[in-house]
Nanobody
């Protein structure tokens, strides 16, 4: 019943932009936090951003802080990741994950949180 589906990945040139979407089904609106993660070949999974259930609190990894923006539209059950100034090192499978929360202002820490629900991932390739 609880499901996450990512979309929006693709091939982009260095310096370009993409917007990823994470569509959530079966969750109570405003009461689930979403994290974005990525996994590149030969590297461990990296947490890159997180947003509270209300959308009022966000956090970013240093590697993407000045380039990526996380947001959500709870009326559409969708969380977005706007990615600008993409570089080859951003190439990875991007995944979203969800944590149900009792308070919409809770912002889960990336690395310490056990995320129970995951999407299938969407491929982002940055290449000239």
């Amino acid at each position: 019943q609880l499901q996450l589906v990512e979309s929006g990945g693709g091939l982009v040139q260095p310096g370009g932009s993409l917007r990823l979407s994470c569509l959530a089904s079966g969750f109570i609106s405003g009461y689930y936090a979403i994290g974005w993660f990525r996994q590149a070949p030969g590297k461990e999974r990296e947490g890159i951003s997180v947003i509270s259930g209300s959308g009022g609190r966000t956090d970013y990894a240093d590697s993407v802080k000045d380039r990526f923006t996380i947001s959500r539209d709870n009326a559409k059950d969708t969380v977005y990741l706007q990615m600008n100034s993409l570089q080859p090192e951003d190439t990875a499978v991007y995944l979203c994950a969800a944590l149900r929360v009792r308070n919409g202002n809770i912002l889960p820490p990336f690395r310490r949180t056990q995320w129970p629900y995951w999407g299938q991932g969407t491929q982002v390739t940055v290449s000239s």
